[in-house]
């Protein structure tokens, strides 16, 4: 059975850091983070392909880092000068049908965590 588990998330003023993990069983294929705000529609924010390859949403490029330890099992989003709008649930999801076309549209993703709330103080 395919679990994602997220962790890592908490309060941070802006311009503060965070780095959130999602730990995965078996093959990672292509996997991404995404987050949603109270009232909002989810948004993909960074994905990586089975080959490495990363993508980013405009919203977070240059401030967030996505990567993975394999060894581990492990998938990261590194995330620096957060600002407010950054608030919201983050979630790892992957995405088994496309290792390595997954874009960051949501329904690519077959497969997702329940969350970590990520909270970003002005």
């Known amino acids: 059975q395919v679990q994602l588990v997220e962790s890592g998330g908490g309060s941070v003023q802006a311009g503060g850091s965070l780095r959130l993990s999602c730990a995965y069983s078996?093959?990672?294929?292509?996997m991404g983070w995404f987050r949603q705000a109270p009232g909002k529609e989810r948004e993909g924010v960074a994905r990586i392909n089975s080959r490495g390859s990363t993508v980013y949403a405009d919203s977070v490029k240059g401030r967030f880092t996505i990567s993975s330890d394999n060894a581990k099992n492990t998938l990261y989003l590194q995330m620096n000068s957060l600002k407010p709008e950054g608030t919201a649930m983050y979630y790892c999801?992957?995405?088994?049908?496309?290792?390595?076309?997954?874009?960051?549209?949501?329904?690519?993703?077959?497969?997702w965590g329940q969350g970590t709330q990520v909270t970003v103080s002005s």
């Open positions: 999801a992957r995405a088994v049908r496309m290792p390595t076309s997954c874009t960051l549209g949501e329904y690519d993703y077959d497969y």
């Open positions: 078996g093959y990672r294929y292509c």
